[in-house]
C-alpha cells in the first residue's frame, strides 16, 4: 500500500498472527494528558485488528534517527532490543511482544535481512500520570486520590528497590553513563539551543564539571545497586482506577542506583509547582513532601541524600531545556538551573532547603 509508515509491516502481522493482521489500522498514539511536554524519541502506533470476532491490539515504536546517541541504526536498535529483552522482568511493566525489523522491501523480519528496528508491546488501558498533574494544576486542589497514588508510587520503587544486585561493573557503568551518554547529561546539554538568555555553553559546562566530580565521588558506591525502571516519569506511568497502575518504557538498563528513579519523578513535582506557584509551595510542593517522606520510610535508604545530586542535575537539565518544554518562561528555567547547580554543590540533598537552593545568586 502507499504512504504506508512502515513498510513490510502488513506482511509481518499476516505471517504472525493470520491474514485478518493485515488489514490493521496503524495510527499514532497520541498523548491526550498534556501539552506541556513536547517531542520524544519517537511516535508510538496502535496497531490494531479484528481476527473471529477477537479484538487484538499492540504498541509499534521505532526510534527517531537524531542527536541524544540515536545517530546510527545500531544505536536505535541497541535501545529497542534492550527493551525487549528488560520489560518483562520489571513488575508493572507493560509486556513486549516482539523485537524485529523493517524492511524497504518484503515482509519485517524478526533479524535477519534487517532495516530500521521496531519493538511491539500489548496495549494497556490508563491515561498517563501526567494528566493528573494538570488537573492538579488548574484546580490548585488536592484529592484524597492524588495522595493515594503518589503513596502507592512511592511503595512500588521502595519494593523495586529492597534488594541489592551484585555486578561488577554496572553501577559504574551507570555512573558514567549518567554524565556522558547521549541520552543523559552531556547529550542534553548538547541539545541545548545556545547562546539564548542566561544559557550559554560556559553554564553548561559549569553543569558537566560538577557532575563529573559526583561521577567520582559516586563510582564505587556498587553497594547501591538495584533493579531500576530508568525512566520513572509522569508520561511513563498508566493509572487506571485508583491507584492501579501500569508502567511504560524502561530505560538505559535494568541496574542502576534508586536515585535514579527518586530524582525522575521527584523533578516533576518541583516543576509544577514553578509553573503553577513560581516557588517552590502549594499542592505540588505537598506532594513531592509526601513521595520523599514515603519512599524513604518504606525503603530505609539512608544514603539517598547523599546520591540524588547528580540525578537531580539530569533531570533537572530535561525539564529545563527549551527543546522538550518550549512553553516555559525563563525566570522557571533560571530557577531549574538555580536548583540544580545548588544540589551538585551541596553534600547532600535536604528537601527542606529546595526554597534556599531555589534562591541561590545566578544565573
Not at 520524544?40 to 481476527?51: F, I, K, L, M, N
Amino acid at each position: 500500500m502507499s504512504g504506508e509508515p512502515f513498510p513490510g509491516l502488513r506482511e509481518y502481522l499476516a505471517g504472525r498472527y493470520g491474514p485478518e493482521a493485515r488489514e490493521a489500522a496503524v495510527v499514532p498514539l497520541g498523548m491526550k494528558a498534556s501539552g506541556v511536554k513536547q517531542g520524544g524519541y519517537g511516535v508510538p502506533y496502535r496497531v490494531s485488528w479484528t481476527s473471529g470476532g477477537t479484538a487484538r491490539t499492540l504498541v509499534l515504536e521505532t526510534v527517531r534517527p537524531g542527536q541524544f546517541g540515536h545517530e546510527d541504526r545500531s544505536d536505535r536498535a541497541g535501545i529497542l532490543l534492550r527493551a525487549f529483552d528488560e520489560y518483562g522482568s520489571l513488575p508493572r511493566h507493560v509486556a513486549a511482544v516482539d523485537v524485529g525489523a523493517l524492511r524497504a522491501e518484503g515482509p519485517a523480519v524478526s533479524l535477519g535481512g534487517t532495516g530500521e528496528f521496531f519493538i511491539l508491546t500489548d496495549f494497556v488501558e490508563g491515561e498517563p500520570y501526567a494528566g493528573d498533574f494538570e488537573r492538579i494544576a488548574e484546580s490548585g486542589l488536592i484529592e484524597a486520590l492524588d495522595r493515594e497514588r503518589v503513596e502507592a508510587l512511592a511503595d512500588y520503587l521502595a519494593g523495586l528497590h529492597r534488594q541489592p544486585v551484585a555486578h561488577p561493573s554496572w553501577y559504574r557503568r551507570r555512573m558514567r553513563e549518567l554524565v556522558g551518554s547521549g541520552e543523559c547529561l552531556a547529550g542534553v546539554a548538547d541539545s541545548y539551543p545556545v547562546p539564548s538568555g542566561f544559557l550559554d555553553a560556559a553554564l553548561l559546562e559549569l553543569v558537566e564539571r560538577l557532575a563529573l566530580a559526583w561521577r567520582y565521588r559516586l563510582r564505587d558506591r556498587s553497594d547501591r545497586l538495584r533493579t531500576i525502571h530508568g525512566d520513572f516519569h509522569p508520561w511513563n506511568i498508566l493509572f487506571r482506577s485508583g491507584s492501579d497502575f501500569t508502567v511504560l518504557d524502561r530505560s538505559r538498563g535494568a541496574l542502576g542506583d534508586p536515585a535514579d528513579d527518586v530524582a525522575s519523578l521527584s523533578i516533576n513535582f518541583l516543576f509544577y509547582a514553578l509553573r503553577t506557584r513560581g516557588e517552590f509551595d502549594g499542592p505540588f510542593a505537598e506532594l513531592l513532601r509526601l513521595f520523599w517522606r514515603r519512599y524513604r520510610e518504606r525503603s530505609g535508604d539512608l544514603e539517598l541524600a547523599a546520591a540524588v545530586a547528580p540525578h537531580f542535575a539530569f533531570r533537572a537539565l530535561v525539564v529545563a531545556n527549551p527543546i522538550w518544554y518550549p512553553k516555559e518562561s525563563e525566570r522557571l528555567r533560571r530557577q531549574l538551573f538555580r536548583f540544580l547547580l545548588s544540589v551538585l554543590e551541596a553534600d547532600r540533598f535536604e528537601i527542606d532547603r529546595i526554597p534556599e537552593y531555589l534562591a541561590r545568586g545566578a544565573p
